[in-house]
Every structure is written in structure tokens, then in C-alpha cells.
């Protein structure tokens, strides 16, 4: 009888608690969204500050997008550069100096005008040496810029950006660049307002509260309206803007889940509009079902190995070259991932006017000979490598088809070994690693992004390989004023990256996640670009 | 039958009378469930001591033509996403995950009781230094030291017996000491000592096993935690190197999963749910029977 | 009593400079750094940057840096969490771990205490085997099952809970706070009913039976107080161990806790974060522990007295 009394209370309890969890209207956050024009996405992780100049992820690249503006923007449905801060601008014949005529609208969400003064206090910050901005060298194809960023100049009249008037800047290059205005998108570029930055520290200070929320200046379609780390950070419309006609939305909610899974299920019970990444797993399940949120669009990012060439027998292109075509690509994207991602043949992904020609198939027999030519007959005497990859389920999935593969088609064995991120990182630059898994997100749409990786003194080339008649393409091509013979240089380099394979690559990233359909106006892309401007909601009938 | 003999005779309570023994013996032949119990997990143990004889396939086996599908005549338990026996792949989970359950808490266990037991008899300067040394340890955050260990030394099984059970043992200790504390204010415990036997003969013989219950609650408590553990540390990505598989790993895969291919999760949960079932379920038993002062009616 | 107290705060103090001292030199010795990432940036930039945090200063220079902040209460800045202090970030994020606990050992106590007496009062009864099987499924399942499986339940197919949030939408705080405590729920019901039928056979117990005294009577009025006494020893170290087992419920469920920051920071070598989080909670768990021999004392009267002495 006791019992029963106490299971009574018991259940009483779980019921009142229910009822008061169901009482309330059942309205989504996604549904009064769509009333409000508040939009709430998924944004992978906290951002670290989100300011322009010392951030170097996506999160913060998602949020710098809707607080700052460049001198030019970008379209995400066509990724053609559009007005910015500057109305327009002229280059010079030889393709060194931009002039950009800033637009008269343009305003700090304080109401402050924007001047080109801004731009060269801005540009020296990103450049000052003790600020430590990892994206610095992103601004080294203007003149000087390097050396006042290593230190052999102090000056910053010598480097190569002067404000002619309020509204004029001039830019110098050291050597044309053919992407110039793509950088110029690129957040390492966005101005931010002097006076502020003043106020809460000096120019080359880190983390200082000038990115509070209730001291923040920006200059974009939005402005910092509330930030609780973890939680969430809002942004709403900066009346200030000089297209805010065209900003539709009044907020937007960003949330840090890191968890794609916790992500979905947010975005089942209507708590977000737009999810950051939809789980390898579940995309099947909704292409198949041919769900109206899912959106899933070619990226322009290369997932490959990489062999580490001061490593025998890694350091006979043979060997890798058979490693590289006994992988059967069509296999792990068709059967493993399913999710969309292509089988990469060849390095670069398509895009940008360009497509390699160079190919590295499967083909089994090819690579069998290629071993035996290089000694080991049938995996004889083969060493035992390991497969270094960062711990995350997919990369193992990979690892483990790929160990079975070169033991099926080669009878060679590797082990495998993964490694929390930093480890990771720190075993890949001091070379202590065999083969390492390898992704490769390009900086800006151009091939030149994923080819000057392997130059041989490139900072990302953690592979040991250098080849001179490489390094010579690669640098005619940044020297060529024709496309096409610039095109044609990259055809030639990544034919001997292939053939010499430093690299095998596996497949090009697809881009998956989920758009609730009430969103309009957004355009995905490769390049996984965003603009906020144009974005609306809309309530379902 | 035999083994549960051998397995209850290292308890040091069973050392000194023989009457004792058998009544213990006969209190848990009664209790059913407690030996349906004690038979699933000989059965166990005695599958892991085997699989590399009886598991359909090879662990590394893949077939990712199959992909993942449900269970069939060939893969009883269903594949995973990449075609893997998953009745094979349980198999081998299970070796790891009860190596890794029962070492470490061994490991526990013999510090523990020791520790808890001689702290909590001697009293006074030692237990307060030897239970400051607990605090100490206590204080240590576990999961980033584990985490750092991991990071630093790479995840290997030998890690991971001596981390979690260098983790598991302080809170035997504690309890034990407790236990101690309460048994040894009791006047049997100081008729002993009026009689004037040996600080250690009264450990041995009075104060363990009195605390006997206690711990092996705490025990068939601990192996669980630690399985738990060990899966807690999967879910990071810090527990087994693949292609090997734990208990732990399968269930942070079938988790992934768990709506596409619901028996990724259910037939590895299900084994480890009732691996922790039978566990408690056998402890309860051995509880009450090794309790001397149990009614015997 | 107050003696017993200032004994035990003073012996905190060598205890937290142990604590201090191994974690600030094993998390320098973890390979890779706080600003390691994927694009490679120049050594200049990396010393600039390693600068701005003293990290450029020796190691054991550092250390005592560290110490001496430590003694004027700042933890210092976050690495990762550039604009933030580490004191701000666990000002923020420990009360809602720590109401994240309450709840979690508040329905562990709930479900897991009467589980454990209904239990004990009929050993190897229906009435021990059902309530102890419902109360076990806690320590079956780990938590990254159960707060899925419940999220999916409640949050999505019947849409009853948010699968979200922390005090941004009602009811957004029981799935985390079941899923966090059943385990513990589990672990009070064995304790407990070991406890009671340990008491439970006691001489004076059966005296007071055979004294005709109702069964429930007897529980309530003098086997309780007995029978708790393991579970009181059982709670400061599980409210403790709670705030890193939050981590997993945190990371599910989107709460901005202490536990998320905890886990994370190890991994991104946020080396203030690291510190300043296992100090707090080093701190916590012997203050929790403090709490748990002071009651046990109290609850036992001979203790009691040589506490006193």
C-alpha cells in the first residue's frame, strides 16, 4: 500500500510536469521566426571573437559575413562580386593599382561615415605584427604588406594603400593578382572603426571588449545585438546600413551545436531554420526520400591522402603512385558515403574555369606492376605503415576501406592510427607521420588555392616533396596575363603532382544540410558563401 | 557450478571457517535469479575466451556492396555501414570491453580495500594521511587526465586499465573506510581487542569480512561504471583502435545510426544491458550470502 | 567540530597545489598548441601570438606567473575564447551545471532512495526485483543512449519536450535532467538497499520488530538513518564526478555549462580554460567532500565525539 502510494505521487509528478511542458501553445521557434523575420541557423561551433582580424574559422567567418562588409561583396547565387562599401572602382592596365570610390551611404552602425582613412587604419591592424593575425598573409599581395608584417619596414607609408580623399583608396600590388577582388571579400579585409578599437585597448590587442555586444561597431547589414557564449549570439538589422532595403530579415540567431546529430534533431522539433551540416549518415536516408529541406551542392574541397616522401619506401613515386590507383574512389563514394561527394581522379575539383585533364584511375594491375617495379613483387617485403587520420567516425570509415583495399588488391598491410585534432596537426608538420588523411577547403575560387599547397617551399606542404619544373608552373601561372595559358600552366603542374603522386586524392566534398523550406532567398553554393541580404521567411501555407 | 566456488573462495572472508563457506554456498543456491546470472556471464566469458573460434567472420571483414542490412541467415545480428558482421564484431567488442571491465576493476578492488580497510581499522594519524592521499586524488579531474593521458601516450588497452582503474579504487577506499568505521565501534570488534589479538589478525579476520558486503556491492557497481567508462571514452573518439571494436564503440556507432539501422544500437546495447543486469543481479546474491549475520531462515 | 573544520581546510591548501602543479605541466606536455590549426602560419605570427599569452616566458617562469595570478583570483584569458576570461566563462557556466546537478541528484534521490527501501524491505521478492530493475536501467544504458533515444521519444515523435536549450523554451530542462540522473538514480537505489538490509539486520532492528512495531515504522524510524549513511558518503564525490559526466548531457542536449567547457578545452589545449576549470572543480569536489564527512560525522554519534577530540 505504500508502494502504491508512492508510485501515485510519482505519477502525478511526471504528469504535472508534462502538462506544464505542453500547456504552453506548442508555437516552434521556426514558426514565430517566420512571423518575426528572426532566423535561426546552426553554427558548428562557439566563435572565438568575431573579430575580423585575429578569427580564423567558419563559425566566425558566418557571423563576420552579417556584421561586416567589404569594399566589395559577393552574390552567393552567382559568387559574382558586387558593390561593397566601394560604388565602384577602376584597375590600371597592368592589372598593380586599384582605385575604389567608397559609396557615400556607407555608415558605421553608429552612424559614422565610413572614409578610406578607415581602410588604411584597418589594413595596418590586420598587418601589425604583435596583433598575431593568422590570415595576415592573405594581404601580402599588396606592396610591402610582407615586410611590414615581418618587421623590415616600420613604416606603414611605404606599403601600398593610401587614401587619396574621404572617399578614394588606392591600392598597389606587388605582382598582378587575377583574384584580387575575390580576396578582397575575404574577412581579413573587412574595416572596422578605429575610435572603438581605441577605446577598449590598442590596435594590436587581442580580445579586448571592444566585441561586446553593447560596445560593438560594425559596418554591416547587422549589427552585435547579444552574445552568451554557448548559448547563442543574435544579431539584428543595423539601421544604418546603406542597402538596408534590401535586408529583410531583423534577426538572426546564431547557435554553436557541435554535434550534427543534435543539430537534426533541433531542426525536427523546429527550433532551426537552417542546419550547418546534415551527419554523412542521414543523408541517404533524406535524398531518398527526397526531403524539400535537404540541400546538397558540389564543394569546392578535395579530401586526399598525403605521403610523407622522406619515408621509405613513400619516397619512391612508384610506390605511391601504385598506393594512389589501387584505391577504387567510385566504391567509397557510391557505396560508403552516398552522400553526393564525387570520386576525385585528380587533385583540384572542377571549377573556376578549370578542369584537369591529368587523371589517376583505378587500376589495380597498374599499380600491382608498379610495385613489383619498385621491388616488393606481390607486397613482398613491404613495410607495415600506418594510416595517421584525426579522430572523427567518417575519416575512420575511410581508413578502414582503404586499409582493406591495398591489402586486397596489393597484399600490402597498413595499420591505423587516429589522433585528437592537435596531435594530429603536430605530427603532420613534424613529419612524423606515414600517410596522413588530408582535407583541403579552398581559400578562394581559383585552382591556384589548391596547386601553390605543393610548391616546395609552401607552408601547407607537410608532404617532404618538392619538384623544380612544378614550382616553375606554378609561378608562371601566377605571372600569366592570358586565362588560358594560365590554365594551361596548372594543367601541366598537377599532371606531375599526379604522376609523381606526393598526394592520392579520394573524392571532392559535398556540401549537405538542411534548409527549412520557409527560407527564401538563400543560395547555396560552393564556395559555401553567404549573404544575408535578399534573405527572407516566409510562413507555410 | 565449480567456478562459482573458486570465483566466491578468493574472497578473504571464505579463508578462515569452513562452516561460514558453505553456508554462503548454500544461501546462493537458493537465490535463482543470482545464478541464472552467474550462468549467462560463465557463458560470457567463456564465448569471449573463444570467438576467434566460433565468430562467423573475420573482424575486419568488410562487404560494402551489402552496406549496412538488417539481420539474415548469413549475419544474424544484421552489418554495419560498411558490411561488417555485426554478431562478430559483438564478439570481439565483448573480449575488449570484459578484459577492460574485469582488469581494471581488479585493479580497483585490491588497492581499494586496502587502502579503505587499513585507513578506517588504524584510524587517527595514518587515516587522516592516508585519506588526505584519496583526497588528493580525488580532486584530480579524471576525464581530462584520462583525456590528456590518452592524447599523450595514444589510446592503448594498458592505458586504459590502469587509468580507470587508478580512478575506480578511491571510491572503494572511501566506502570501505566508512563501512570500517561503523563495523569497528561495534562490540565484537572491541571484545577482540580486549582480548588482545593483532591489529592485522582483526583486520583480516573481523573487519573485512564484515565489510564484505558493502564491497561487493560497490564491486558489481564498479565493473558496469567502468564498462561505461571505457564507452564514454568511444563516444570521444578515446577508446579502442580501430578495426577493433568495444562494447563502447559499437554503441556510440549504433547511436549515429540508430534511425537508419536501428540493430546497430539495440544488439550491442542489449548485450551490455544485460551483462550490467546479470553483474548486479549476481552481486545482490553474493551479498546476501556472504553476509554472515544474513537470517538463516 | 571547528577544529575538525579548520583541520581539514588546511590540509586543502597542499592538496589544491598538487592538483595545480600536475595538470600545468602535463597539459604542456600534450603534443600540439593552442593556436595550431590547418593552414600553417608563419613562426613569426606564432611567437607574436605566443607572446601575447606569456607563453613565450620558461616554462617554470610561467608556472609561477600562474601562481601568483592564481593568488589574486584571476584565472586569466581564455586562448580560445578570445574575449573572455576564464573567470567570466565559469561564472557563466557553472550555475548551470550546477542546476543541471540539482535536478539530475534531486530525481536520482527521488526514483532511486524509495526504489532501494521498497526493495530491501522484501529481499529477492518481486518487490526487490521490479523496483531495482526499473531503477537500474539508468547504469544500462550510457547517457549518450538514453538522451537520444528520450530526445527522439519526447522531442520528436510525440513533440512533448524541447530537444534543446536551457531555460529558452519551458520544460527544456527535464530530458537533460532525467537523462543526467538516472545513472545516478541507479547507483542510489543499490546503495541504499544495501545499506537497509545491512541495517535491517542489526539486533537492535529485530528488536524493535519483535517489539511489534510495523515494518514501515521500523524503516522510517530507525533503519533510515543507518541505511543513508552509505549514500550521504556516496554524494559529494557523485555531485562532483557529475559536473564532468555533465559534459556528455551538456553537449547533447545544447546547454551552455561548466562540463562542455571542461571536455572542450582539453581538446582545443586551452591551457588557461584547463586550469582555471580543474581548480574550481578540484576546489569543488574537496569542499563537496568536506560536506559529506561533516554530515556522516554528525549522523553518526561516535564519530561525532572523536571529531571532537
Same mark, same amino acid.
Given at each position: ?302 579530401y586526399y591522402y598525403e605521403f610523407n616522401t622522406r619515408v621509405e619506401p613513400l619516397g619512391d613515386p612508384r610506390v605511391r603512385r601504385a598506393l594512389s590507383l589501387s584505391i577504387n574512389r567510385?566504391q567509397i563514394?557510391?557505396?560508403m ?7 576525385a581522379?585528380?587533385f ?12 589517376v584511375p583505378y587500376n589495380p594491375e597498374k599499380a600491382r606492376e608498379l610495385l613489383a617495379e619498385a621491388g616488393y613483387p606481390n607486397g613482398q617485403g613491404f613495410p607495415t605503415l600506418t594510416i595517421l587520420y584525426n579522430t572523427l567516425?567518417?575519416h575512420e570509415r575511410i581508413a578502414v576501406v582503404i586499409q582493406q583495399m591495398w591489402r586486397q588488391e596489393l597484399n600490402v598491410n597498413v595499420t591505423l592510427r587516429n589522433q585528437d585534432?592537435?596531435v594530429y596537426l603536430a605530427s603532420k608538420r613534424g613529419g612524423d607521420y606515414h600517410i596522413a588523411r588530408s582535407g ?14 605543393f610548391?616546395s617551399?609552401?607552408?601547407n606542404n607537410d608532404t617532404g616533396w618538392s619538384n ?28 606531375i603532382l599526379l604522376e609523381e603522386a606526393p598526394i592520392a586524392p579520394i573524392y ?34 | 557450478? +565449480? ?6 573462495? /578468493?574472497?578473504?572472508? $571464505?579463508?578462515? *571457517?569452513?562452516?561460514? =563457506?558453505?553456508? !554462503? ?27 576467434p ?5 573475420a573482424y575486419q571483414d568488410q562487404?560494402l ?17 560498411l558490411?561488417r558482421? +555485426? ?5 570481439y567488442? /565483448?573480449?575488449v570491453? $570484459?578484459?577492460? *571491465?574485469?582488469?581494471? =576493476?581488479?585493479? !580497483? ?41 590518452t592524447v599523450i601516450f595514444g589510446s592503448s588497452m594498458l592505458l ?31 571484545? !577482540? ?44 573518439g578515446?577508446?579502442i583502435q580501430p578495426p577493433q571494436s ?52 | ?30 603534443p600540439g ?277
Amino acid at each position: 500500500m505504500t508502494l502504491q502510494r508512492y508510485s501515485r505521487f510519482i505519477l502525478a509528478l511526471a504528469g504535472a510536469l508534462l502538462l506544464s511542458a505542453c500547456s504552453d501553445g506548442q508555437r516552434t521557434a521556426v514558426e514565430i521566426g517566420n512571423e518575426q523575420q528572426i532566423l535561426h541557423m546552426g553554427n558548428g561551433d562557439e566563435p572565438s571573437d568575431v573579430d575580423p582580424h585575429t578569427t580564423v574559422g567558419i563559425p566566425e567567418r558566418q557571423i563576420q559575413l552579417a556584421l561586416f562588409e567589404g569594399l566589395v561583396s559577393k552574390s552567393s547565387e552567382t559568387l559574382e562580386i558586387e558593390p561593397g562599401v566601394a560604388h565602384s572602382w577602376d584597375i590600371s592596365e597592368d592589372g598593380l593599382v586599384y582605385t575604389f570610390y567608397l559609396n557615400e551611404e556607407a555608415r558605421w552602425s553608429n552612424g559614422d561615415p565610413i572614409t578610406a582613412e578607415h581602410f588604411v587604419w584597418s589594413w595596418r591592424r590586420a598587418l601589425l605584427p604583435g596583433l598575431g593575425n593568422q590570415y595576415a598573409y592573405s594581404l601580402y599581395s599588396i606592396k610591402n604588406a610582407e615586410d611590414f608584417h615581418r618587421e623590415r619596414i616600420s613604416d606603414f607609408d611605404e606599403v601600398g594603400v593610401t587614401a587619396v580623399d574621404e572617399r578614394t583608396l588606392r591600392i598597389e600590388l606587388e605582382s598582378p593578382v587575377p583574384y584580387f577582388l575575390e580576396l578582397l571579400e575575404h574577412h581579413s579585409f573587412y574595416p572596422v572603426h578605429p575610435p572603438t578599437i581605441e577605446q577598449f585597448g590598442r590596435p594590436d590587442q587581442r580580445g579586448t571588449r571592444w566585441t561586446r555586444p553593447e560596445n560593438f561597431v560594425g559596418n554591416g547589414a547587422f549589427t552585435l545585438k547579444s552574445w552568451e557564449p554557448n548559448r547563442v549570439l543574435v544579431v539584428e538589422k543595423n539601421p544604418h546600413y546603406w542597402d538596408a532595403d534590401r535586408v529583410l530579415l531583423n534577426e538572426i540567431h546564431f547557435y554553436p551545436v557541435q554535434q550534427p546529430a543534435t543539430e537534426e534533431r533541433m531542426f525536427r522539433a523546429g527550433q532551426l531554420h537552417i542546419i550547418n551540416l546534415l551527419a554523412e549518415e542521414r543523408v541517404p536516408r533524406y535524398k531518398s526520400e527526397e526531403h524539400p529541406a535537404l540541400r546538397s551542392f558540389a564543394n569546392y574541397a578535395t579530401y586526399y591522402y598525403e605521403f610523407n616522401t622522406r619515408v621509405e619506401p613513400l619516397g619512391d613515386p612508384r610506390v605511391r603512385r601504385a598506393l594512389s590507383l589501387s584505391i577504387n574512389r567510385e566504391q567509397i563514394t557510391d557505396q560508403m558515403l552516398r552522400g553526393g561527394q564525387r570520386p576525385a581522379e585528380h587533385f583540384t575539383p572542377p571549377g573556376a574555369g578549370y578542369e584537369a585533364r591529368a587523371r589517376v584511375p583505378y587500376n589495380p594491375e597498374k599499380a600491382r606492376e608498379l610495385l613489383a617495379e619498385a621491388g616488393y613483387p606481390n607486397g613482398q617485403g613491404f613495410p607495415t605503415l600506418t594510416i595517421l587520420y584525426n579522430t572523427l567516425d567518417v575519416h575512420e570509415r575511410i581508413a578502414v576501406v582503404i586499409q582493406q583495399m591495398w591489402r586486397q588488391e596489393l597484399n600490402v598491410n597498413v595499420t591505423l592510427r587516429n589522433q585528437d585534432w592537435r596531435v594530429y596537426l603536430a605530427s603532420k608538420r613534424g613529419g612524423d607521420y606515414h600517410i596522413a588523411r588530408s582535407g583541403w577547403v579552398a581559400d578562394y575560387y581559383d585552382p591556384n588555392t589548391f596547386l601553390d599547397m605543393f610548391l616546395s617551399d609552401g607552408g601547407n606542404n607537410d608532404t617532404g616533396w618538392s619538384n623544380e619544373r612544378y614550382d616553375e608552373l606554378i609561378g608562371r601561372a601566377a605571372r600569366a596575363e592570358d586565362t588560358e595559358q594560365r590554365m594551361e600552366y596548372f594543367q601541366q603542374a598537377e599532371a606531375i603532382l599526379l604522376e609523381e603522386a606526393p598526394i592520392a586524392p579520394i573524392y571532392f566534398y559535398q556540401y549537405n544540410h538542411l534548409v527549412s523550406p520557409s527560407v527564401r532567398g538563400w543560395h547555396s553554393n560552393v564556395m559555401k558563401h553567404v549573404n544575408y541580404k535578399g534573405v527572407y521567411l516566409e510562413s507555410q501555407p | 557450478m +565449480q567456478r562459482i566456488t573458486e570465483q566466491t573462495a /578468493t574472497e578473504p572472508v $571464505l579463508e578462515e *571457517g569452513s562452516s561460514l =563457506t558453505r553456508d !554462503a554456498m548454500h544461501r546462493l543456491f537458493k537465490n535463482r535469479l543470482a545464478l541464472v546470472s552467474a550462468g549467462f556471464l560463465l557463458l560470457l566469458i567463456l564465448v569471449a575466451l573463444l570467438t576467434p573460434w566460433i565468430a562467423p567472420y573475420a573482424y575486419q571483414d568488410q562487404n560494402l556492396l551489402l552496406g549496412a542490412s538488417s539481420p539474415s541467415a548469413q549475419h544474424w545480428l544484421g552489418t554495419d555501414t560498411l558490411g561488417r558482421d +555485426q554478431l562478430t564484431r559483438i564478439l570481439y567488442g /565483448t573480449r575488449v570491453s $570484459l578484459m577492460v *571491465g574485469f582488469v581494471a =576493476t581488479a585493479v !580497483a578492488l585490491g588497492i581499494g580495500v586496502l587502502w579503505g580497510a587499513t585507513a578506517g581499522y588504524l584510524g587517527g594519524r595514518v587515516d587522516n594521511a592516508m585519506m588526505r592521499i584519496v583526497d588528493v586524488l580525488y580532486a584530480l579531474p579524471f576525464a581530462i587526465f584520462i583525456i590528456l593521458l590518452t592524447v599523450i601516450f595514444g589510446s592503448s588497452m594498458l592505458l586504459l586499465f590502469l587509468a580507470i582503474g587508478a580512478v575506480e579504487w578511491l571510491t572503494m577506499a572511501r566506502i570501505v573506510r566508512g563501512q570500517v568505521l561503523t563495523i569497528k565501534r561495534q562490540e565484537y570488534i572491541e571484545a !577482540a581487542i580486549a582480548m588482545g589479538l593483532s591489529r592485522w589478525r582483526i583486520i583480516r579476520r573481523h573487519v573485512i569480512p564484515n565489510a564484505v558486503g558493502p564491497i561487493i556491492v560497490y564491486t558489481t557497481l564498479t565493473i558496469p561504471s567502468v564498462i561505461l567508462l571505457e564507452s564514454f571514452l568511444s563516444f570521444l573518439g578515446l577508446g579502442i583502435q580501430p578495426p577493433q571494436s568495444s562494447w563502447g564503440s559499437l554503441i556510440s556507432d549504433g547511436v549515429e545510426n540508430m534511425e537508419n539501422y536501428p540493430w546497430m544500437l539495440i544488439f550491442p546495447a542489449l548485450t551490455l544491458s544485460v551483462t550490467l543486469f546479470a553483474l548486479n543481479f549476481l552481486g545482490d546474491g553474493l551479498r546476501d550470502a556472504l553476509d554472515p549475520r544474513a537470517s538463516k531462515d | 567540530m571547528l577544529r575538525f573544520l579548520c583541520k581539514r581546510l588546511a590540509l586543502a591548501i597542499p592538496v589544491m597545489l598538487v592538483v595545480i602543479t600536475i595538470t600545468f605541466f602535463l597539459i604542456r606536455l600534450a603534443p600540439g598548441g593552442p593556436f595550431d590549426q590547418e593552414r600553417n602560419v608563419p613562426p613569426e605570427v606564432m611567437a607574436n601570438l605566443h607572446a601575447q599569452y606569456n607563453l613565450d616566458a620558461p616554462v617554470v617562469r610561467q608556472y609561477f606567473d600562474y601562481l601568483g595570478d592564481l593568488l589574486r583570483g584571476d584565472l586569466g584569458p581564455s586562448f580560445r575564447y578570445t574575449t573572455r576570461s576564464v573567470n567570466e566563462m565559469i561564472a557563466r557556466g557553472f550555475p548551470v551545471t550546477m542546476e543541471l546537478g540539482l535536478y539530475a541528484i534531486l530525481f536520482a534521490l527521488l526514483v532511486g532512495m524509495p526504489a532501494g527501501i521498497i526493495a530491501a524491505m522484501r529481499p529477492n521478492s518481486l518487490q526487490d526485483y521490479v523496483p531495482m530493475s526499473a531503477a537500474m536501467v539508468g547504469i544500462c544504458l550510457p547517457s549518450f543512449v538514453l538522451g537520444p533515444i528520450l530526445m527522439l521519444i519526447f522531442g520528436i515523435w510525440l513533440g512533448w519536450l524541447p530537444v534543446s536549450g536551457w531555460g529558452s523554451t519551458p520544460g527544456d530542462k527535464i530530458l537533460p535532467a532525467i537523462t543526467l540522473g538516472s545513472t545516478y538514480a541507479a547507483y542510489i537505489a543499490r546503495i541504499t538497499r544495501g545499506g537497509m538490509l545491512e541495517v535491517l539486520s542489526q539486533d537492535y532492528i529485530r528488536t524493535a520488530r519483535a517489539k511489534g512495531l510495523s515494518t514501515w515504522r521500523v524503516v522510517m524510524v530507525h533503519a533510515l538513518r543507518g541505511g543513508v549513511t552509505p549514500v550521504v558518503s556516496y554524494l559529494g564525490p557523485a555531485l562532483a564526478g557529475l559536473l564532468a559526466g555533465s559534459f556528455v548531457v551538456e553537449t547533447i542536449f545544447q546547454i551552455p555549462g561548466l562540463g562542455r567547457f571542461y571536455i572542450q578545452a582539453a581538446f582545443n589545449r586551452d591551457y588557461t580554460m584547463i586550469m582555471g576549470t580543474t581548480v574550481f572543480l578540484a576546489g569543488l569536489i574537496i569542499l563537496f567532500n568536506l560536506i559529506a564527512d561533516v554530515i556522516l560525522v554528525w549522523l553518526n554519534p561516535r564519530l561525532r565525539q572523536e571529531a571532537g577530540h
